[in-house]
DNA sequence: CGATGTCTTGATCGATATCAACGCTCGTGG
DNA sequence: CCACGAGCGTTGATATCGATCAAGACATCG
């Protein structure tokens, strides 16, 4: 049984940065996908890794980390269903950084090959996959400015937007979402502590830019979110396809 | 006169990438290159512009940078001659970063269509400056674990060691190097402070790090300053373009 | 039912920011 | 040619944000 859901959801994320000819989709969902089960926390891939395949995000969430030299973990982004997880590198042999799963999902590989094909044979699909890289790059320009030159609350505040933002450009409920991150992992995202976390996620429930139950987050105002994260959702090049 | 000089850097940077056959270096010689001369602190491109043109850095220093909402600035790469400069606007439309001379130098501009037209006719050219920005990529990632993860110590030995690798790779001389960039500018590429950023660069040269005379630094033993650093160059990607 | 992971809270510490002031250099205009 | 001012680097004193250390509460899962 070919995997169309999980392919649907990637030609849809292409598709924000796009358009696609209807051969191209086609192409694309002809290549000879594997889907593989992943468990919370296996890694999809790994830093210095040479991969002959690359994949795709089908279910569940990932996240992109780098570790430094004396051991700590910073992440570098997070992934959701429908993202490329790896097609990097396509371009450049060596991973610069692991891919590991935050929760329970699914990918989708392909050899990198069959892609390097179709490639050749429909620019137009590579010029969208190359569009999406870059966006994800920009997306790394504003994790530079939020751990740079941001405090705390606004460095969370923003994270949360964009979270929110990009799962609900990917068609996922975002009314009441449940954030599939430990508050360990927000704080490897955002360059803080788990326990200084847990006080400022507290502090913005308190002054009512976010509301919690468990893992389950509301934005009663996105107003006022946005207004504490300075948030500009301009850097997600969510639409402006050339 | 067309100018080829620096037109030759650029060639240079991107087969630090990957190789490009004869009749693509010639294809991107031929382009309707305009070289512009270009004051310190003057703008080349500014964050929301939807340029229609394209420019390399020809000689000089450059920085990208974005403002948060809050006024405050951060650096987010230094460019280098013979950088391409805002290539991603090939790819996405609005311009998600300002570009700022950090010294008098040379740009050479050409019209988007231009390169278009260019990167129909040779594919290879379109992939090879795909993994030049996919590297530029991975480097805003190595900033985004900087600024989150190291100390202001670790922080300016590593962008010390990125600035001397690069420069290097690039040509330029490096044994006595002229740091072409303030101390402020160093703190808002680091997420720091200038007046930080001057006792750190202090304590550097205390413990034998570096050496400086103005703005002139020399590295006694590189050994440790990466070590200092955690330094390891595989994240600027310059030998491994599939 | 115990073990493990996650969230929570309090007390204290420390790295870096902030505020303030001074000196040097270099370019510019009188 | 000199005087002046702006920009940059330097230094000291103090404040603060977030880290660190420690421990308990709760839920989930084997």
Same mark, same amino acid.
């Given at each position: 049984?070919?995997? /169309? ?9 292409? /598709?924000? +940065? #796009?358009?696609?000819?209807?051969? &191209? ?16 926390? &296996? ?8 991969? =002959? ?9 990932? @996240? !992109?980390?780098? +570790? $430094?030299?004396?051991?700590?973990? =910073? *992440? ?25 799963? &935050? ?18 044979? @429909? ?6 996959? $190359? ?8 997306? &790394? !320009? ?11 609350? @606004? ?9 929110? %933002? !990009?799962?609900?450009? @990917? =068609? *996922? ?11 360990? =992992? ?8 788990? %326990? ?5 996620? !507290?502090?913005?429930? #308190?002054? #009512? ?20 994260? #300075? ?12």
């Amino acid at each position: 049984m070919m995997p /169309q859901n999980g392919i649907s959801r990637f030609i849809g994320r292409l /598709q924000l +940065h #796009g358009r696609l000819s209807p051969q &191209s989709i086609e192409a694309i969902r002809a290549l000879p996908w594997r889907l593989i089960k992943r468990t919370k926390l &296996s890694y999809v891939l790994r830093e210095g890794d040479i991969p =002959q395949e690359v994949s795709i995000l089908v279910a569940g969430f990932a @996240q !992109r980390q780098k +570790h $430094t030299s004396d051991g700590t973990r =910073q *992440i570098v982004s997070f992934s959701f269903p429908g993202d490329p997880l790896d097609f990097d590198c396509l371009f450049l042999n060596e991973a610069d950084f692991s891919v590991q799963m &935050s929760t329970n999902g699914t990918i989708a590989c392909v050899r990198t090959e069959a892609v390097n094909a179709l490639l050749d044979k @429909q620019p137009e699909v590579g010029r969208v996959i $190359t569009t999406a890289l870059l966006a994800d790059a920009a997306v &790394s !320009r504003e994790w530079v400015v939020n751990t740079g030159r941001r405090d705390a609350r @606004q460095r969370l505040a923003h994270l949360l937007c964009e979270v929110l %933002v !990009r799962a609900k450009a @990917q =068609q *996922i409920e975002t009314d009441v979402f449940e954030l599939p991150f430990t508050q360990e =992992q927000l704080a490897d995202a955002t360059g803080l502590t788990p %326990v200084h976390v847990n006080r400022v996620l !507290r502090q913005l429930t #308190g002054e #009512g830019a976010i509301s919690r139950n468990g893992r389950f987050i509301t934005v009663p105002s996105w107003d006022v979110l946005e207004e504490i994260a #300075g948030f500009d959702d301009r850097f997600l090049h969510l639409h402006d396809a050339r």
